[in-house]
Nanobody
Framework: QVQLVESGGGLVQPGGSLRLSCAVS????????MGWYRQAPGKQRELVAD???????NYADSVKGRFTVSRDNAKNTVYLQMNRLKPEDTAVYYC?????????????WGQGTQVTVSS
């Protein structure tokens, strides 16, 4: 069993900051990619940012320069630092991990955490 536990969402005013965390536990041999997606009401889920095992990162154009994804390999945890938040960042944020487990390489998802940017 692989579990992803997210934390850090909430309500913040425009221009504010939040930091999301996602801790991965379970029978994992190694982790390749980790990252974050988000889904706003009435919209498709979209990639926000991800980070590979070597440290390479990838960001959606809409968050470049405002969000930073990082990972702590010793803790199997991925973070998303979100600065200068905008109302359009409001969404449910999901973390994901691509990991090598007993049956092969699998993708796993967190339960989602709500981020609301509003005055």
């Amino acid at each position: 069993q692989v579990q992803l536990v997210e934390s850090g969402g909430g309500l913040v005013q425009p221009g504010g900051s939040l930091r999301l965390s996602c801790a991965v536990s379970g029978s994992i041999f190694s982790i390749f990619g980790m990252g974050w997606y988000r889904q706003a009401p009435g919209k498709q889920r979209e990639l926000v940012a991800d980070i590979r095992s070597g440290g390479n990162t990838n960001y959606a154009d809409s968050v470049k320069g405002r969000f930073t994804v990082s990972r702590d390999n010793a803790k199997n945890t991925v973070y998303l630092q979100m600065n200068r938040l905008k109302p359009e960042d409001t969404a449910v944020y999901y973390c994901y991990v691509q990991a090598l487990v007993v049956v092969g390489i699998e993708d796993y998802w967190g339960q989602g955490t709500q981020v609301t940017v509003s005055s």
